[in-house]
């Protein structure tokens, strides 16, 4: 009975751990899309002359 418990303990750690560097990843990445999106934005702006 230990080794299920030991086992789901480890899987459940090890899926946590991939959760948490996944939503790291994805944090970045939409913060540099957030800049991007900016920069775009102020050079259209910039462009038209507003």
Known sequence: ???WSTL???VFVVSM???AA???MVTIG???D???LFRRMDERH???GD
């Open 46 to 48: 910039e462009e038209n």
């Open 1 to 3: 009975m230990m080794f």
């Open 8 to 10: 789901w303990t480890v």
């Open 34 to 36: 957030i800049r991007a």
């Open 17 to 19: 751990l991939v959760f």
């Open 22 to 24: 996944v939503a790291v």
């Open 30 to 32: 939409g913060i540099g």
